[in-house]
Protein backbone atom coordinates (compact mmCIF):
# COMPACT_ATOMS: atom_id res chain seq x y z
CA UNK A 1 0.00 0.00 0.00
CA UNK A 2 1.23 3.19 -0.78
CA UNK A 3 1.50 5.91 1.64
CA UNK A 4 2.13 9.63 2.65
CA UNK A 5 3.68 11.49 5.34
CA UNK A 6 2.42 14.58 6.99
CA UNK A 7 4.53 16.51 9.29
CA UNK A 8 3.30 17.15 12.33
CA UNK A 9 2.51 20.87 11.56
CA UNK A 10 1.21 20.56 7.95
CA UNK A 11 -1.76 22.27 8.60
CA UNK A 12 0.11 25.18 10.07
CA UNK A 13 2.08 25.29 6.49
CA UNK A 14 2.07 29.11 5.18
CA UNK A 15 0.20 27.61 2.15
CA UNK A 16 -2.28 25.02 3.86
CA UNK A 17 -3.50 27.92 6.21
CA UNK A 18 -4.21 30.10 2.90
CA UNK A 19 -6.00 27.25 1.24
CA UNK A 20 -7.89 27.18 4.60
CA UNK A 21 -8.67 30.38 4.68
CA UNK A 22 -9.97 30.71 0.59
CA UNK A 23 -11.49 27.48 0.33
CA UNK A 24 -12.52 26.22 3.95
CA UNK A 25 -11.59 22.99 5.54
CA UNK A 26 -12.81 21.64 2.28
CA UNK A 27 -9.58 23.00 0.78
CA UNK A 28 -6.93 21.67 3.01
CA UNK A 29 -8.77 18.28 2.57
CA UNK A 30 -8.67 18.84 -1.19
CA UNK A 31 -4.59 19.09 -0.62
CA UNK A 32 -4.44 15.98 1.82
CA UNK A 33 -6.56 14.56 -1.27
CA UNK A 34 -3.70 15.69 -3.86
CA UNK A 35 -1.02 14.15 -1.68
CA UNK A 36 -2.83 10.77 -1.67
CA UNK A 37 -3.08 10.88 -5.24
CA UNK A 38 0.35 11.77 -5.42
CA UNK A 39 1.39 8.58 -3.42
CA UNK A 40 -0.35 6.38 -6.12
CA UNK A 41 0.92 7.81 -8.71
CA UNK A 42 3.41 5.37 -11.35
CA UNK A 43 5.85 8.32 -11.29
CA UNK A 44 5.48 9.69 -7.71
CA UNK A 45 8.48 9.85 -7.78
CA UNK A 46 8.53 12.88 -10.17
CA UNK A 47 6.04 14.70 -8.58
CA UNK A 48 3.71 14.13 -11.04
CA UNK A 49 0.41 13.36 -11.09
CA UNK A 50 -2.13 12.73 -14.41
CA UNK A 51 -5.65 12.29 -14.87
CA UNK A 52 -8.02 13.44 -16.93
CA UNK A 53 -10.37 16.35 -15.49
CA UNK A 54 -13.17 14.22 -15.07
CA UNK A 55 -11.02 11.90 -12.99
CA UNK A 56 -10.08 15.18 -11.33
CA UNK A 57 -12.76 16.80 -9.99
CA UNK A 58 -14.20 13.23 -9.14
CA UNK A 59 -11.20 12.93 -6.76
CA UNK A 60 -11.38 16.25 -5.08
CA UNK A 61 -15.17 17.03 -5.39
CA UNK A 62 -14.67 19.51 -7.29
CA UNK A 63 -17.19 21.05 -10.41
CA UNK A 64 -15.45 22.20 -13.81
CA UNK A 65 -16.06 25.58 -12.41
CA UNK A 66 -14.31 25.28 -8.83
CA UNK A 67 -11.46 22.62 -10.19
CA UNK A 68 -9.20 25.51 -12.26
CA UNK A 69 -9.19 27.76 -9.35
CA UNK A 70 -7.93 25.81 -6.44
CA UNK A 71 -5.46 24.46 -8.76
CA UNK A 72 -4.57 27.85 -9.90
CA UNK A 73 -4.62 29.31 -6.99
CA UNK A 74 -1.95 26.17 -5.36
CA UNK A 75 0.21 26.94 -8.64
CA UNK A 76 0.44 30.65 -7.87
CA UNK A 77 1.19 29.73 -4.33
CA UNK A 78 4.14 27.68 -5.78
CA UNK A 79 3.42 24.57 -4.15
CA UNK A 80 2.09 22.66 -7.41
CA UNK A 81 2.12 23.38 -11.91
CA UNK A 82 -0.39 22.40 -14.09
CA UNK A 83 0.07 21.56 -17.60
CA UNK A 84 -2.53 20.22 -20.13
CA UNK A 85 -2.12 19.93 -23.93
CA UNK A 86 -4.56 21.99 -26.03
CA UNK A 87 -5.56 18.42 -27.49
CA UNK A 88 -9.27 16.89 -26.81
CA UNK A 89 -9.32 14.49 -23.85
CA UNK A 90 -5.28 14.79 -22.68
CA UNK A 91 -4.38 14.64 -19.56
CA UNK A 92 -4.20 17.23 -16.88
CA UNK A 93 -0.67 17.08 -15.23
CA UNK A 94 -0.06 18.11 -11.99
CA UNK A 95 3.23 18.36 -10.17
CA UNK A 96 3.96 18.95 -6.54
CA UNK A 97 6.88 20.92 -6.89
CA UNK A 98 8.01 20.06 -3.19
CA UNK A 99 6.93 16.50 -2.53
CA UNK A 100 10.12 15.30 -0.63
CA UNK A 101 8.51 15.97 2.61
CA UNK A 102 5.00 13.77 2.15
CA UNK A 103 6.73 10.79 0.45
CA UNK A 104 8.88 7.97 2.23
CA UNK A 105 12.71 7.66 2.01
CA UNK A 106 11.97 4.80 -0.15
CA UNK A 107 10.18 6.94 -2.86
CA UNK A 108 12.96 9.49 -3.37
CA UNK A 109 13.24 9.88 -6.54
CA UNK A 110 17.04 9.58 -8.36
CA UNK A 111 16.75 11.82 -11.64
CA UNK A 112 14.81 15.29 -11.77
CA UNK A 113 12.93 16.80 -14.76
CA UNK A 114 12.62 20.42 -13.61
CA UNK A 115 14.83 22.73 -12.28
CA UNK A 116 11.70 23.44 -9.49
CA UNK A 117 12.52 19.37 -8.48
CA UNK A 118 16.16 20.48 -8.05
CA UNK A 119 15.26 23.72 -6.18
CA UNK A 120 13.19 21.66 -3.89
CA UNK A 121 15.89 19.38 -3.12
CA UNK A 122 18.08 21.76 -2.55
CA UNK A 123 15.95 23.20 0.20
CA UNK A 124 14.68 20.27 1.76
CA UNK A 125 17.85 18.21 1.89
CA UNK A 126 20.52 20.57 2.38
CA UNK A 127 18.59 23.53 4.25
CA UNK A 128 18.86 26.46 0.92
CA UNK A 129 16.93 29.39 1.16
CA UNK A 130 14.26 28.68 -1.57
CA UNK A 131 15.63 31.81 -2.84
CA UNK A 132 17.95 30.07 -4.87
CA UNK A 133 15.13 28.53 -6.78
CA UNK A 134 14.61 32.19 -8.40
CA UNK A 135 18.42 32.89 -8.78
CA UNK A 136 19.01 33.29 -12.89
CA UNK A 137 22.27 30.87 -12.49
CA UNK A 138 20.97 28.82 -10.07
CA UNK A 139 18.06 28.00 -12.40
CA UNK A 140 20.34 27.87 -15.37
CA UNK A 141 22.74 25.42 -13.61
CA UNK A 142 19.66 23.32 -12.47
CA UNK A 143 17.85 22.65 -15.97
CA UNK A 144 21.76 21.71 -16.87
CA UNK A 145 21.83 19.41 -14.07
CA UNK A 146 18.73 18.29 -15.96
CA UNK A 147 19.35 17.96 -19.38
CA UNK A 148 22.55 15.91 -18.69
CA UNK A 149 20.57 13.77 -16.21
CA UNK A 150 22.52 14.30 -12.90
CA UNK A 151 21.33 11.97 -10.35
CA UNK A 152 20.83 12.09 -6.83
CA UNK A 153 23.45 10.25 -5.99
CA UNK A 154 25.90 12.34 -7.83
CA UNK A 155 24.98 15.02 -6.39
CA UNK A 156 25.61 13.73 -2.94
CA UNK A 157 28.96 12.00 -3.69
CA UNK A 158 29.93 15.86 -4.92
CA UNK A 159 28.71 17.12 -0.80
CA UNK A 160 31.34 14.64 -0.10
CA UNK A 161 33.47 15.73 -1.77
CA UNK A 162 33.00 19.28 -0.74
CA UNK A 163 32.96 18.87 3.14
CA UNK A 164 36.07 16.79 2.55
CA UNK A 165 37.82 19.63 1.03
CA UNK A 166 36.18 22.30 3.78
CA UNK A 167 33.68 23.39 1.43
CA UNK A 168 30.03 24.70 1.78
CA UNK A 169 28.16 22.81 0.01
CA UNK A 170 26.81 25.92 -1.89
CA UNK A 171 25.82 25.41 -5.72
CA UNK A 172 28.90 26.66 -7.46
CA UNK A 173 30.80 24.05 -5.28
CA UNK A 174 28.32 21.51 -5.76
CA UNK A 175 28.81 21.50 -9.50
CA UNK A 176 32.06 21.82 -9.56
CA UNK A 177 32.50 18.44 -7.57
CA UNK A 178 30.14 17.21 -9.81
CA UNK A 179 32.35 17.61 -12.62
CA UNK A 180 35.01 15.79 -10.38
CA UNK A 181 32.32 12.56 -9.54
CA UNK A 182 31.19 12.47 -13.34
CA UNK A 183 34.66 12.27 -14.77
CA UNK A 184 35.45 10.02 -12.41
CA UNK A 185 32.79 7.35 -13.34
CA UNK A 186 33.85 7.69 -16.88
CA UNK A 187 37.26 6.50 -15.71
CA UNK A 188 36.19 3.17 -14.06
CA UNK A 189 33.63 2.90 -16.39
CA UNK A 190 36.73 2.67 -19.02
CA UNK A 191 39.06 0.34 -17.20
Known amino acids: MASIKLPADFSALPVVLKVEQKFGIAGYARMIKLLELLAVSPVRHTGVIELSESDWQEALQLGPALLSPFLSY ?19 RVTVIDFFPFLPAADAPGLFTTPEQWCAWCAHELGMPPAVGTDPQSTRMFRRWCATNVTVVEVEAAIELAVRASEPPVLVNLHKHLKTVRTTKIEQASR
Open 74 to 92: LSRADWLSVEQSVEQGSLL
